[in-house]
């Protein structure tokens, strides 16, 4: 018999990815709930970029269950330090086009689950001292 969460996870799978435009040297930063592979084929450029959806190249999948939460950070990231495609003739999602290397796109990515630990961390000390903070008032209280 599995557990109850082991069941959720295997029905549930989400991804951070990262794919790129080697031709234009453009990054995207995603997150999606199924194979990256048919998330890429989705893809619809219109315009001068038209067919160029074949030449999109997968180069970083992350299985996570904060998927959007990495995604989320990594892209406040990567809006300080690179500039946004911002082109409509990537589709939807081509507001998450950047002009940077998949390496540097990558770092983005490692350094949000950095972020995420971190933070995690911190709101339990923060937790634990409030805690102590408030057994301390409620015996100063008459």
């Given at each position: 018999m599995t557990g109850l969460f082991e069941e959720i996870a295997d029905g549930e799978k989400s991804i951070c990815y990262i794919v790129s435009l080697p031709v234009e040297r453009m990054t995207k930063l995603g997150y999606t709930n199924v194979n990256t592979k048919i998330r890429v084929s989705r893809f619809?450029?219109?315009?001068?970029?038209?067919?160029?959806?074949?030449?999109?190249?997968?180069?970083?999948?992350?299985e996570t269950p904060m998927a959007k939460t990495i995604e989320h950070y990594a892209k406040k990231?990567?809006?300080?330090?690179?500039?946004?495609?911002?082109?409509?003739?990537?589709?939807?999602?081509?507001?998450?086009?950047?002009?940077?290397?998949?390496?540097?796109?990558?770092?983005?990515?490692?350094?949000?689950?950095?972020y995420v630990r971190w933070d995690k961390r911190r709101k339990a000390r923060m937790a634990e001292k409030a805690k102590k903070t408030d057994s301390k008032q409620l015996e100063l209280d008459f």
């Amino acid at each position: 018999m599995t557990g109850l969460f082991e069941e959720i996870a295997d029905g549930e799978k989400s991804i951070c990815y990262i794919v790129s435009l080697p031709v234009e040297r453009m990054t995207k930063l995603g997150y999606t709930n199924v194979n990256t592979k048919i998330r890429v084929s989705r893809f619809k450029f219109s315009h001068d970029l038209t067919g160029m959806e074949n030449d999109v190249v997968v180069v970083g999948e992350y299985e996570t269950p904060m998927a959007k939460t990495i995604e989320h950070y990594a892209k406040k990231i990567a809006d300080r330090k690179y500039d946004r495609v911002m082109d409509r003739n990537m589709g939807s999602g081509y507001t998450e086009w950047y002009f940077c290397s998949p390496l540097e796109m990558r770092s983005c990515v490692l350094n949000a689950f950095k972020y995420v630990r971190w933070d995690k961390r911190r709101k339990a000390r923060m937790a634990e001292k409030a805690k102590k903070t408030d057994s301390k008032q409620l015996e100063l209280d008459f």
